[in-house]
């Protein structure tokens, strides 16, 4: 084999596409039904723009992107997630000037140099939401309690995790509190933390190596250093959660390796995905627009992993639809063919052997691709003018005159 997919890049074959598209229209038509409209954001961007909203300490920038220069000599990167392109499209196209609050949501692939294991792939897909302009906690809870439907909906068991990591006024005191504990442990720490718990505390929270958990446990907590606005928009979102009966776990060390994010920051997990558990995450990220030089506007949002997602959702045996026509001769496939396209035409879905070969192998055709029914058209149903429709499943077969009759039958 000379050309094969690149590693960590996969194709989705059928059924597998199906899987996805399901996936997607699910997503779809939740979010639709929640006010959200669809953004068509481009898979490549200038590289800067992820540096400053995802963060310039972040493993994503650090060490996961694709980038390259492009013949204008721009420094271009693959979008490695979609909330900074959704932020870019916001602040471009002077949105916060004509609407109050604006729900957006995309689908597509996003691109991360990691090594590839099940359910993390260097190109994998995301649907995501978006809302700016919102700063009230209700927001955040109609958000998550959003995600959570898209989820049941996919037959999906995850639990939730919630917290809240403050905002600009609260956060560095926490950052302060904390980094001075890690000193104190320093030596303990593994090698990515020893080298960022300085410049990123926060993430050693959720480094996953045995070492740094045991040191977190007795870490310092957010919740003590909240500021009265951030304490009391967590404790909304948790009563608004709850009267969505939306079931969550409060997770103190719950603190997303984004640098955007503030306030409340969300993770539905499975546990059936062992180490790459997450499958949908998001939080609220009220500085971002700012930082990106739009107009200080209050903004969350989340993404769902889909190829985490196809993992979890079970094969199903597809439902047997549509017509497929099985001709004896010449003749009879000259008018199976003109019935082909009058089927079609009335939205149904038609197919035809165009093999022409014995019944038995063009019935067998009709099984695999799972029709509902056959229509025949041998000799004999040619010179008396009929067709026979059998149904696949019941082996039922019944004498039918005219088109009309065979639309109307099925
Ligand atoms: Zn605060
Ligand atoms: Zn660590």
């Known amino acids: 084999m000379e050309f094969k997919t690149i590693r960590g890049v996969e194709d989705l074959i059928p059924p597998e596409s199906e899987k996805f598209e399901k996936v997607v229209e699910t997503f779809k038509e939740t979010v639709k039904t929640a006010g959200f409209k669809e953004v068509i954001l481009p898979i490549f961007e200038e590289a800067k723009l992820f540096s400053r909203s995802v963060g310039e300490t972040t493993d994503i920038v650090q060490k996961e992107m694709y980038i390259f220069e492009d013949k204008g000599g721009r420094t271009i990167a693959l979008r490695p997630e979609g909330t900074a392109s959704a932020a870019r499209a916001y602040i471009q196209h002077g949105i916060y000037a004509k609407e109050p609050f604006t729900k957006w949501f995309y689908v597509g ?3 991360r140099f990691e090594r590839p294991q099940a359910g993390r792939k260097r190109q994998f897909f995301q649907a995501g939401c978006e809302v700016f302009g919102l700063s009230n906690p209700g927001a955040d809870a109609e958000l998550i309690q959003t995600a959570q439907e898209i989820l049941n909906k996919l037959k999906i068991d995850t639990t939730l995790e919630i917290n809240s990591i403050g905002c600009e006024n609260c956060r560095p005191l926490y950052r ?3 980094i001075e504990y890690l000193q104190k442990h320093e030596e303990k720490l593994c090698q990515d933390c020893k080298e960022r718990f300085k410049r990123n505390p926060l993430r050693v929270l959720d480094c996953k190596t045995e070492s740094c958990q ?13 500021c009265e606005e951030c304490k009391e928009h967590f404790e909304k979102v948790k009563n608004y959660l709850t009267l969505l009966n939306v ?5 103190l060390h719950l603190v997303r390796g984004l640098d955007y994010y503030t306030k409340t920051v969300f993770e539905f997990k499975s546990t059936q995905l062992g180490a790459q558990s997450t499958v949908l995450a998001g939080g609220r990220y009220d500085k971002l627009v700012e930082e990106l030089k739009g107009p200080s506007t209050p903004a969350l949002g989340f993404a769902m992993g889909i190829d985490r997602v196809m993992l979890l959702i079970p094969d199903e045996e597809p439902e047997r639809e549509g017509i497929f026509i099985v001709t004896g001769g010449e003749k009879a496939y000259e008018e199976g063919l003109k019935l082909l396209i009058l ?3 009335k939205g149904i879905k038609t197919q035809i052997d165009h093999r022409q070969g014995s019944f038995k192998s063009q019935l067998k055709a009709a099984d695999r691709e799972k029709a509902k029914y056959v229509v025949i058209i041998g000799d004999r149903e040619l010179e008396e003018g009929f067709y026979s429709l059998k149904e696949l499943e019941t082996g039922k077969q019944e004498k039918i005159t005219s088109v009309e009759e065979l639309i109307a039958r099925i």
């Open 109 to 111: 692939p996003m691109f």
């Open 343 to 345: 089927l079609r035409q």
């Open 176 to 178: 302060k509190a904390l």
């Open 247 to 251: 079931t969550f776990n409060e997770n």
């Open 214 to 226: 045991e040191i977190v446990k007795n870490a310092p907590i957010i919740t003590d250093f909240l």
